[in-house]
């Protein structure tokens, strides 16, 4: 079955500091892969998206993300953290033929320390 | 703001009773997606509509239904509710039929006591 895993439940990160959250997924073929931001009591934003082509992909708030076929994963990263990026971030495959049901990991809480 | 609109924002009450969630996509929009988050599930896909018809099912209990009206709008209808309907439900919207690009609402908690 199609599945999206986050190994990593929490993260601490300095401000400052880079970012790298993981995200490995099952599926067959090269799937859609989206990376979304969750704010407390707020709902979901898109921070990039990959579908074909160049597999490092620019997003939103200075993230990127780089797609890894031989490893089926889609890291995201950030080169230098700020406070206000503490989230939840849901990385996400779109899996079913007509291309519409998005399968969501399990997320990954930042939290950011000065 | 993602242009989405859900109501209410919260919403409590009892079990065995029924509610319903609405949802308006972004103007321009076909496609609205329903999902429920909570604790112990995570983020799941309920269901999907595509200008009016019923185009994917997920994870969606037979005591809950949608519909998608000729103005676009959605509604999810959760009835027999349990303890453990518990959640927050989120509606989003596409253009597309293949979800290229979703932008969530805000969300409705549903706090089923």
């Known amino acids: 079955a199609q599945s999206v895993t986050q190994p990593d439940i929490h993260i601490t990160v300095s401000e400052g500091a880079s970012l790298e959250l993981r995200c490995n997924y099952s599926y067959g073929a090269t799937p859609y892969l989206f990376w979304y931001v969750q704010s407390p009591g707020q709902g979901l934003q898109l921070l990039l998206k990959?579908?074909?082509?160049?597999?490092l992909v620019q997003g939103i708030k200075g993230f990127e993300a780089e797609f890894k076929r031989s490893q089926s994963s889609f890291n995201l990263r950030k080169p230098s953290v700020h406070w206000s990026d503490a989230a939840e971030y849901f990385c996400?495959?779109?899996?079913?033929?007509?291309?519409?049901?998005?399968?969501f990991g399990k997320g990954t809480t930042l939290s950011v320390s000065s | 703001d993602s242009g989405v609109t859900q109501t209410p924002k919260h919403l409590i009450t009892a079990t065995g009773q029924r509610v319903t969630l609405r949802c308006s996509p972004r103007s321009g929009d076909l496609s609205v997606y329903w999902y429920q988050q909570s604790l112990d599930q995570g983020l799941q896909f309920l269901i999907q509509y595509y200008n009016g018809e019923e185009r994917a099912k997920g994870n969606i209990l037979e005591r809950f239904s949608a519909q998608q009206f000729p103005d676009l709008h959605s509604e999810l209808n959760l009835s027999s509710l349990e303890l453990g309907d518990s959640a927050l439900y989120f509606c989003?919207?596409?253009?597309?039929?293949?979800?290229?690009?979703?932008?969530f609402g805000q969300g409705t908690r549903l706090t089923v006591v």
């Open positions: 996400a495959v779109v899996v079913n033929q007509a291309g519409t049901a998005l399968i």
């Open positions: 990959y579908f074909s082509g160049d597999t």
């Open positions: 989003a919207s596409s253009v597309e039929l293949k979800n290229t690009e979703a932008f």
